[in-house]
């Protein structure tokens, strides 16, 4: 298994260098493409509907159980990143820490099925970031396809087993509902206070 999973790695990796755009594409998915996640999270919520927000807790939720299984799992399986063992083409710096499983393809997924799972168009694409962002961090030389499929399994059903629990549990769901009225009506309460200092400024 490990054997072939470096023959991959040599395959992927072996792309970098080859190509000043790619490696450019590359480089910046694995250092900035998560900042896609959280600038999307920010924009259902602010969308101002139920079904977004109910969403984006769940993916948030999910989030924070799949990360946790990852530093558990890294814990038990302390993996070298390739660059440690072998001569890699090493596009970027990283810290020599451990390689398994990928922390960038478990957030990335777990975000993107978790989008997925509510909304399926716009879903697609952001599975299609993840697994850009997953095969970027073996194409700069930090993480073995392993890594990343390990991370986008453990992301991947952290959110499907979210979603599922809490759609079958009535007392979380009402907790949640709960949560956002309340988060609501002060938000309510700032729009308004907003605009009345804003109507008020206008007037003088």
């Known amino acids: 298994m490990l054997?072939?999973?470096y023959k991959w790695f040599q395959l992927i990796n072996?792309?970098?260098g080859h190509s000043a755009l790619w490696d450019g594409i590359m480089k910046f998915l694995t250092n900035d493409g998560e900042y896609f996640f959280f600038l999307g999270i920010l924009l259902y919520w602010f969308t101002r509907t139920n079904s977004n927000r109910r969403m984006v807790i769940e993916a948030l939720v999910s989030a924070c159980a799949a990360l946790g299984g990852s530093v558990i799992?890294?814990?038990l399986f302390d993996r070298d990143r390739p660059f440690v063992d072998h001569h890699?083409?090493?596009l970027?710096?990283?810290a020599a820490n451990a390689s398994f499983p990928s922390d960038h393809a478990t957030a990335a997924f777990v975000v993107a099925t978790a989008i997925w799972r509510s909304r399926r168009k716009e879903g697609w694409?952001?599975?299609?970031l993840a697994a850009g962002i997953a095969i970027s961090r073996v194409w700069t030389g930090v993480h073995y396809p392993l890594d990343i499929?390990?991370?986008?399994?453990?992301g991947s059903a952290a959110a499907i087993i979210i979603h599922v629990g809490i759609s079958k549990s009535h007392t979380v769901q009402k907790v949640i509902t709960g949560a956002i009225e309340m988060y609501e009506r002060m938000e309510d309460k700032i729009w308004r206070v907003g605009r009345n200092q804003k109507g008020k400024t206008v007037k003088g």
């Open 14 to 16: 072996g792309f970098a």
């Open 125 to 128: 694409g952001w599975l299609t």
């Open 149 to 154: 499929l390990s991370g986008a399994a453990i």
């Open 92 to 94: 970027i710096q990283h």
């Open 88 to 90: 890699v083409h090493l």
């Open 73 to 75: 799992l890294s814990r």
């Open 3 to 5: 054997n072939l999973d």
